[in-house]
């Protein structure tokens, strides 16, 4: 049988907290096979269309972001949490479960005009790629697309960023209320909340 992008992927149990079953995308990350179909994948709905820079939200977006624009022969611009830039930077608040959290790009990393790919592995409450799409707009660049590895639906992140009129594209979803149907992300214990799950997410 033709294996598919969750076949590379492992599960860990009670990681990072009781009860929680981890998709660790780190076992597809290291299986050439795997991660090649990964990215083609991913690059799949863009075949053809003009793409300037590859962004990677921190941190698994940087490993798949850079695979990403290697193919595509473009530019890699990290959007990162703050204080990890070292250069001067814009920043873009975004609401976690219990307060709020801080993304910045720095401020020459994108010019007018162009035309950008946004790339990370877990789509959750949309939170981050939202604070991200705000940066990269802010320096007047377009954001073509959003590309996920996995979307967790339940969390709403990608009705999210269609409300915001971008275009989203998921290898696979997980219903953390069920027995996971694809690849990485959470699976909620019994009795555990959707917001549990999207600020364990969030802190990963």
């Known amino acids: 049988m033709k294996k598919t992008v969750r076949d590379y992927i492992r599960t860990i149990a009670d990681f990072?907290?009781?009860?929680?079953?981890?998709?660790?995308?780190?076992?597809?990350f290291a299986d050439a096979r795997g991660f090649r179909?990964?990215?083609?994948?991913?690059?799949?709905?863009?075949?053809?269309?003009?793409?300037d820079k590859v962004v990677g939200l921190e941190a698994r977006g940087f490993?798949?972001?850079?695979?990403?624009?290697?193919?595509?022969?473009?530019?890699?611009?990290?959007i990162r949490k703050k204080g990890k830039l070292p250069?001067?930077?814009?920043s873009q608040a975004y609401k976690l479960e219990y307060g709020e959290a801080i993304m910045e790009l720095h401020e020459d990393?994108?010019?007018?005009?162009?035309?950008?790919l946004i790339v990370d592995d877990l789509l959750?409450?949309?939170?981050?790629?939202e604070a991200g799409i705000r940066l990269v707009e802010r320096l007047g660049a377009t954001v073509v697309g959003c590309a996920f590895v996995v979307d967790l639906?339940?969390?709403?992140?990608?009705?999210?960023?269609?409300r915001l009129g971008m275009s989203?594209?998921?290898?696979?979803?997980?219903d953390g209320a069920s027995p996971p149907r694809t690849a990485p992300g959470f699976m909620m214990p019994n009795g555990s909340s959707a917001a549990l799950t999207a600020r364990i997410a969030a802190s990963l």
């Open 153 to 162: 639906p339940e969390l709403g992140g990608r009705k999210l960023l269609e």
């Open 168 to 174: 989203v594209h998921v290898l696979c979803e997980f």
């Open 87 to 90: 250069g001067q930077t814009i």
């Open 63 to 78: 490993i798949l972001g850079g695979a990403i624009a290697h193919q595509l022969t473009v530019g890699f611009v990290p």
């Open 37 to 51: 179909m990964a990215i083609d994948q991913l690059l799949h709905p863009y075949a053809g269309m003009r793409i």
């Open 109 to 116: 990393a994108l010019q007018p005009g162009e035309r950008v």
């Open 16 to 28: 990072p907290h009781e009860g929680i079953l981890f998709r660790d995308v780190t076992t597809l």
């Open 124 to 129: 959750a409450t949309g939170g981050t790629c």
